[in-house]
């Protein structure tokens, strides 16, 4: 039987709180793809949403909870952007906490929805430190992605929608960074389809939680480099590192030149423009080739909001 935090029952329940323009993200085979990749492919489409990423699933799950008025959150961007959406649809009082490094999109798409953003001199485990700060001297929630099971479960709604599909995949690729969104998806996946393999990718140059997973204890590490801003944690939570110990097969690292060869393939035969950590699924595929010929891979392009001359630098578009 399966253990985790996270309960089946309550992720379909998630899905009557979540406003329908989160559920039900497009999911379709990419024939384009399939000659350079060696393997039959589909994307779950996660960026087809007013915050362009798949967190606004967690936090309309979050918002529409009863008691809060005001809430506080860390976030590389997409957290926060989705965390504003939800709060000023349902009356929250939002503030966002990020480093002042962090894509200039992000940061303006947070300030266009009414958050109130502060920025840290600092990373992501910076911007973590600062609003645990605010929510205790404002006496307000802290939302904290990953540990929050609401961004889990609600990030799971996902994995109901990939077990309720046909034909049936051999493999589902997934961005890993605090573990929400593979926690979650992992998590119905091997309730509902145990046969099917969840592997987690995640940069070589930020590999905390893949050492923590592979090592069964929390890794931490002193710095990350990489473009995949959105994964580029330093610190596990070890209630999230228990879930994927549970749920996932595998978790592999894979090189900066091929989470760009990954974004250019999806921009290229996809007509996709993907922020780096929604290319690591078919970056992997790209390393390993040999792994997946042959099999139903599922991919989840997890998120959209890149900046545009990073994008045309990266990947010539």
Not at 69 to 80: E, Q
Not at 142 to 154: A, K, N, Q, Y
Request: hydrophobic share 45%.
């Amino acid at each position: 039987m399966l253990t985790t935090r996270l309960d089946t029952a309550r992720i379909r329940a998630a899905r009557q709180v979540i406003d329908p323009l989160f559920l039900g993200s497009p999911l379709y085979r990419c024939v384009a793809l399939e000659p350079g990749l060696g393997c039959a492919v589909s994307i779950k489409l996660e960026t087809a949403n007013p915050v362009r990423s798949f967190k606004g699933r967690g936090t309309e799950v979050i918002a529409s909870a009863p008691g809060a008025d005001a809430v506080v959150c860390a976030s590389a961007g997409n957290l926060g952007q989705a965390l504003a959406w939800s709060g000023r649809n349902r009356g929250l009082d939002v503030t966002v906490v990020a480093s002042r490094f962090a894509p200039v999109t992000k940061l303006d798409r947070i300030r266009a929805l009414d958050a109130r953003l502060e920025l840290v001199d600092g990373d992501f485990e910076l911007a973590r430190e600062r609003a645990a700060d605010i929510a205790r001297h404002d006496g307000i929630r802290l939302v904290e992605d990953s540990l929050d099971i609401e961004t889990c479960e609600g990030a799971a709604t996902i994995g109901l929608e990939l077990v309720d599909a046909a034909p049936p995949f051999d493999a589902v690729l997934i961005a890993l960074g605090g573990g929400a969104m593979a926690t979650g998806v992992g998590h119905v996946v091997k309730d509902c389809l145990p046969g099917a393999e969840v592997i987690c990718v995640q940069p070589l140059g930020a590999p905390a939680m893949t050492l923590s997973w592979r090592e069964r204890r929390v890794v931490t590490t002193d710095a990350t480099d990489t473009i995949a801003d959105g994964v580029a944690g330093r610190c596990p939570i070890p209630a999230v590192l228990d879930d994927l110990l549970r749920v996932a097969d595998d978790a592999v690292l894979v090189r900066e030149e091929s989470i760009i060869a990954g974004m250019r393939m999806l921009l290229d035969h996809a007509g996709l423009v993907v922020e780096p950590s929604a290319a690591l699924g078919v970056a992997a595929i790209l390393e390993d080739r040999e792994r997946f010929a042959g099999r139903h891979v599922v991919t989840i392009v997890c998120g959209g909001n890149v900046d545009p001359e990073a994008h045309r630098r990266w990947t010539g578009g």
